[in-house]
């Protein structure tokens, strides 16, 4: 039920290799909120249709760089919720990638 998840500050897309540094926010609020999933974008434009997840996607974690933790994919169907404190823990993104099948 979507109607019960705290809403995330932002939301992003992760593509083609891309990765984010890691760094530290300076957000308004002392923690963030981040929610991952996969999906496909179709004519352009994101599907919420998370049964549609690619089997072929590798990489894309959410990463504490200090800590050496990383969150991989929600489950098929599913969404992973991460919390972070803003300017206090260093984290990023690893890099994502299709197989080419």
Not at 9 to 26: A, E, I, L, V
Not at 47 to 67: I, K, N, Q, Y
Request: with cysteine; net charge negative; glycine share 10%.
């Amino acid at each position: 039920n979507w109607e019960q998840v705290p809403g995330s500050n932002m939301f992003s897309t992760t593509r083609d290799g891309f990765c984010n540094t890691p760094h530290r926010d300076h957000d308004t609020s002392p923690y963030n909120i981040g929610m991952f999933f996969a999906g496909p974008v179709i004519n352009g434009t994101f599907s919420s249709r998370l049964d549609r997840v690619s089997h072929e996607l590798h990489g894309g974690e959410f990463w504490w760089a200090e800590h050496g933790i990383v969150v991989g994919h929600a489950p098929a169907n599913s969404s992973a919720e991460v919390i972070w404190r803003d300017d206090k823990d260093y984290h990023g993104t690893l890099s994502c990638w299709l197989s080419e099948g």
